[in-house]
């Protein structure tokens, strides 16, 4: 097995006794509002007192006898209609989360290989994308890896022996397991957990990094040779110049997943070929098109059609005809922001044209709601809705000069 350094760093209880209400305080200004099983939401607590609920929590963790509830299962829609699961744990548990990984985040952030960009502090989507596109000027050749269901199928035990090289407290370790096993409360049933982190908590990230830190740990002492492994939590690709090292990259790839007790989704998975094909990776469709001003082949990157999806429902949601009780104002500032978000994200790409489609759907989308919300009142055409946007501030995805054609 590979090792990372042994226990260059530890967690002690010294640490841990000075620091704990200095970090609980400052974890609960970051803790998401939403309650968890027990119903308890940040505003209960801020009402209540969080003086009195801080010291609870600090009495409990000196006293040993803090114990997590069972998160709270919930599911989110996705794009393609079926339901994300998310665990919620409580207030409580969440602000005791946070605090442990302030305290251990930057033990393993010393070793976590550079290949890595997802939850990490000073990290991005848009730099692990980058990474990519440069990467395919001379690639060719693509393993794009899906792991099947790999926030359910965490194994306990690795992930607690991968902790135990770090972190020799005893108290730290036992607050992780505990959280692992917590079980999951859904339609009024605790199902134990055997196996798994629960997307929704708070320290699960990171805990999912330090679990696949194993992979970019082999990748980069035996196999980088094969190609360049990019990863954003458990999405990653791998860049490689031929075939044959593709194929080989998504063997050895397939024997780390065997050794975690992971398995690659096996249709999901593939090797591409870029002269004649593309791939999505965090948001973005990588493609090869041939460049106007050289005529080769080079890597163009832009939102994928599943992006385009999503921010096209969006869009649509704001300017339902439901919504017509609300002003114009309300509507272009809910626009506004989502207009911004999505530009501030894809900008790096060759977005023109994707922009302009977008603009060109916001402008329809809004146009049909304020003829609706006018209705025979209204005296409307193209100058008084150009003046309307204009007075109302709405912006554009596409501006000249900020992204590539």
């Known amino acids: 097995m590979i090792t990372d350094g042994g226990y260059g760093s530890e967690v002690s209880d010294e640490a841990l006794q000075k620091q704990e209400v200095t970090l609980i305080q400052t974890a609960i200004k970051g803790a998401q509002p939403s309650a968890g099983q027990d119903g308890v939401s940040i505003e209960d607590v801020e009402?209540?007192?969080?003086?009195?609920?801080?010291?609870?929590i600090e009495q409990d963790l000196k006293a040993g006898t803090y114990r997590p509830k069972p998160v709270l299962r919930v599911y989110i829609p996705k794009a393609d209609g079926r339901q994300r699961p998310l665990g919620i744990p409580t207030v409580r548990d969440r602000v005791v989360q946070q605090a442990c990984k302030m305290v251990i985040e930057p033990i393993f952030e010393a070793n976590f290989q550079d290949?890595?960009?997802?939850?990490?502090p000073k990290r991005s989507a848009q730099q692990a994308v980058t990474v990519v596109k440069k990467?395919?000027?001379?690639?060719w050749w693509v393993v794009d890896a899906d792991i099947q269901g790999y926030f359910d199928n965490i194994d306990h035990t690795m992930l607690m022996s991968l902790l135990k090289r770090r972190i020799s407290d005893r108290r730290v370790l036992k607050l992780i397991r505990q959280w692992l096993e917590a079980g999951v409360l859904e339609n009024g049933v605790v199902n134990a957990s055997e196996i798994g982190s629960p997307q929704g908590g708070v320290i699960s990230p990171l805990l999912a990094n330090i679990y696949l830190h194993v992979l970019d740990m082999f990748w980069a002492e035996r196999f980088s040779s094969l190609g360049k492994l990019v990863r954003y939590a458990?999405?990653?690709v791998i860049i490689c110049r031929t075939k044959h090292d593709a194929e080989n990259a998504m063997q050895k790839v397939a024997q780390v997943m065997e050794l975690l007790k992971l398995t690659l989704h096996p249709t999901?998975?593939?090797v591409v070929d870029m002269g004649q094909d593309g791939f999505d990776f965090l948001?973005?469709?990588?493609h090869k098109k041939k460049s106007r001003k050289s005529?080769?082949?080079?890597p163009y990157i832009w939102a994928s059609?599943?992006?385009m999806m999503n921010i096209r429902r969006k869009i649509h949601f704001i300017t339902e005809r439901k919504r017509l009780s609300n002003t114009p104002d309300e509507v272009i500032k809910f626009l506004n922001m989502v207009i911004r978000g999505w530009r501030n994200y894809f900008h790096i790409g060759n977005c023109a044209l994707k922009f302009q489609q977008l603009d060109r759907y916001v402008r329809y989308r809004l146009e049909q709601w304020i003829r609706a919300k006018l209705g025979s009142r209204g005296q409307w055409n193209e100058i008084a809705f150009r003046a309307l946007i204009t007075q109302l501030g709405l912006e554009f995805f596409y501006r000249t000069g900020i992204c590539a054609v």
């Open 135 to 139: 990467a395919l000027i001379t690639g």
């Open 305 to 307: 059609p599943k992006s």
């Open 283 to 286: 948001g973005f469709h990588f």
């Open 115 to 120: 290949n890595s960009y997802g939850f990490r």
């Open 234 to 236: 458990d999405d990653f």
């Open 268 to 270: 999901k998975t593939r």
């Open 47 to 56: 009402r209540e007192g969080v003086e009195q609920f801080l010291r609870e």
């Open 295 to 298: 005529g080769k082949l080079l």
